[in-house]
């Protein structure tokens, strides 16, 4: 079973910047597609942007793209999203993702760093 494990939530300031980590448990492979989802209260999740493992082929939602980097190191089996220039906004649950596409396709969810801009 395939475990991810965050951390890098917290509170920021408007216009800063905060990196988020995401560190999977057990083998990885290269058509594995981690990334990050987030969801405000009484929004509906959205992607935010995905990274292939072989590949380190990238997409990002058009809100983050110049802002927000995501990134992986295969052999810590970690994926990091640099987040930049934040606006305010309310409370974000950020969650790591993994669709792996082995045997079938499964999905995995980590359970979500908070991230606050305010000042």
């Known amino acids: 079973q395939v475990q991810l494990v965050e951390s890098g939530g917290g509170l920021v300031q408007p216009g800063g910047s905060l990196r988020l980590s995401c560190a999977a448990s057990?083998?990885?492979?290269?058509?594995?597609?981690m990334g990050w989802y987030r969801q405000a209260p009484g929004k509906q999740r959205e992607l935010v942007a995905t990274?292939?493992?072989?590949?380190?082929?990238?997409n990002y939602a058009d809100s983050v793209k110049g802002r927000f980097t995501i990134s992986r190191d295969n052999a810590k089996k970690t994926v990091y999203l640099q987040m930049g220039s934040l606006p305010p906004a309310d409370p974000s649950v950020y969650s790591c993702?993994?669709?792996?596409?082995?045997?079938?396709?499964?999905?995995?969810w980590g359970q979500g760093p908070q991230v606050t801009v305010s000042s």
């Open positions: 993702h993994l669709r792996r596409t082995v045997v079938g396709t499964t999905f995995h």
């Open positions: 057990g083998a990885i492979f290269g058509s594995d597609v």
């Open positions: 990274i292939i493992t072989g590949s380190l082929s990238t």
